[in-house]
């Protein structure tokens, strides 16, 4: 689902128009859905990917390739060769960006939290090649990098 912003329905909505057998689930049930052998594979996007393979993406996609090389799940990232970086060496040199506090306050602009509640909302997280299976790009599958 990829809250707050929902993406993951954008990509649902990809899936139905290609006739691909999927479902939504809240972020933090992939965990259980992997232990029950209802997921075959990963693929995941990226927003970055640094020369030796570490890449950027949307928050919590570490703790999904966490996951996946704990229940031996293929863990596949696809993106475009343009978003392949070879000025930056490794994850540790990607700027990881924080969001708006608001995102989490609020929903649909009515308050859910006091303004006092100390709010982290960071946008992306590193995930280290070592959980990659491979990369798919327009050039096909990438194993290595």
């Known amino acids: 689902e990829t ?15 290609e006739g691909i057998n999927h479902a939504v689930i809240a972020d933090n049930a992939a965990g259980y859905f992997m232990r029950e052998g209802e997921i075959d594979m990963v693929i995941t ?3 970055r990917i640094a020369k030796n393979g570490d890449f950027a993406n949307k928050i919590g996609t570490y703790e999904k390739a966490v996951l996946a ?9 696809a993106a475009p060769i343009s978003t392949f970086d070879d000025t930056i060496e490794n994850g540790s ?5 924080e969001r708006d506090r608001v995102e989490l306050l609020e929903i649909n602009g009515n308050k ?5 509640v100390n ?16 990369y798919i790009s327009e050039d ?6």
Not at 71 to 76: D, E, G, L, M, T
Not at 93 to 97: V, Y
Not at 112 to 116: Q, S
Request: charged share 20%.
């Open 3 to 17: 809250r707050p912003c929902s993406q993951g329905l954008l990509t649902a909505w990809e899936l139905h128009q």
């Open 45 to 47: 996007g990226a927003d």
């Open 69 to 77: 090389k704990e229940n031996n799940i293929p863990f596949y990232v």
């Open 93 to 97: 040199k990607i700027i990881i960006e």
């Open 112 to 116: 859910v939290m006091p303004e006092w």
């Open 119 to 134: 709010v982290r909302n960071p946008a992306f997280d590193v995930t280290p090649k070592k959980y990659v299976t491979g």
């Open 140 to 145: 096909g599958i990438l194993n290595k990098l």
